[in-house]
Every structure is written in C-alpha cells, then in structure tokens.
C-alpha cells in the first residue's frame, strides 16, 4: 500500500526549501563565482528532496509517440530513439532566475515560479539532446518552454490514453 504524506509535512517541506532559498538570496551579492554556483545548487536540489519533481503537462513528442506505440507492439526501441522525461525549463534555470531578481519571492511568488516553470513532457533522447541548445538562452514568460521545442524542431502532441480500445485500434495496437 502507497504511503500517504499529510499535507502539513508537504508544506513544512516546501518551506525548508524557501527558507533556503531566502538565505543564499540575502547573502548572494556578497558571494564568490564559485560560492554561488554551490549555493545555487543548494536551491535548485532543495526542491527536489521536498518532492516536487515537475507538473506532467500531457505532452508527448511524436517521435516519442511513435517509439511508445511501437514499444506497445513489441518493437525494441534502439539508442537514441527510447524515450525520456524531459524538462524543457531546468531546475537550474529555475533556480538561477529567481536568484537574480531584484527581489526576494513570497513563499507563494516562489512556489509559483517553480509549479509554472518545472513541466516535463516526453521526448526521445534524439530529441531531448537537441533540445539542450535550446535550453540556456530563453526568456521566462508563461508556456515560454514551448518557444523551445519549436526552436528545435520538436511537434509536441497529446499523449492519446493507450489503454483505451479505440486508441488501441486508432494506433494499431491491437
């Protein structure tokens, strides 16, 4: 049976981690080049261990698509076709940004921040690498992380529910 984690210590959780955050944002204009990457480091990972890994946007990419479908018909996918979990925006990104805003984040401004910027999608690691040149120089907005899969050249689509007869028939699985 899957253990439940009240919501109360989820809290506490993301707290820890904004607390963190609000301490290497206080003291990061006093930091050396190498004192802030470990410090950035520590906001970016603290996130994490409170167990926020990502909002699943639904999104698949087609190759990927494929690969699944493929995968589902009981074709091996080879190399760089398998498929991954992807974060378009990444956890450094994330942390980096808001560490060079002027202002330091509500606890709510954060956890915004993060929930609307930390999406996966599913590509193939064909993909997923070609994504990385496009990871770095962007611009944040709402749904910029789209601008990037369109810069590289990846259709992103629904991922249709497999599990269903008629997207069984739909995508010759069956």
Request: with cysteine.
């Amino acid at each position: 049976m899957a253990k439940t984690i009240p919501f109360e210590d989820v809290k506490f959780n993301y707290e820890l981690a904004y607390n963190v955050y609000v301490q290497v944002k206080q003291n990061w204009s006093g930091l050396s080049k190498t004192q802030r990457s470990r410090a950035r480091r520590q906001v970016e990972i603290m996130l994490a261990e409170a167990g926020f890994r990502g909002n699943k946007t639904g999104l698949v990419s087609k190759a990927a698509l494929e690969t699944i479908i493929n995968e589902r018909k009981g074709i091996a996918p080879v190399g760089k076709q398998r498929t991954s979990v992807e974060h378009p925006i990444t956890h450094k990104n994330i942390a980096e940004h808001i560490l060079s805003l002027p202002d330091t984040l509500s606890f709510e401004g954060y956890l915004d921040v993060w929930f609307t910027n930390l999406v996966t999608t599913k590509t193939t690691a064909k993909e997923n690498m070609r994504l990385k040149d496009f990871q770095e120089d962007f611009v944040f907005g709402v749904d910029c992380w789209k601008e990037m899969y369109k810069n590289a050249g990846i259709e992103l689509v629904e991922m249709p529910k497999l599990a269903k007869k008629e997207d069984k028939k739909k995508y010759g699985i069956i």
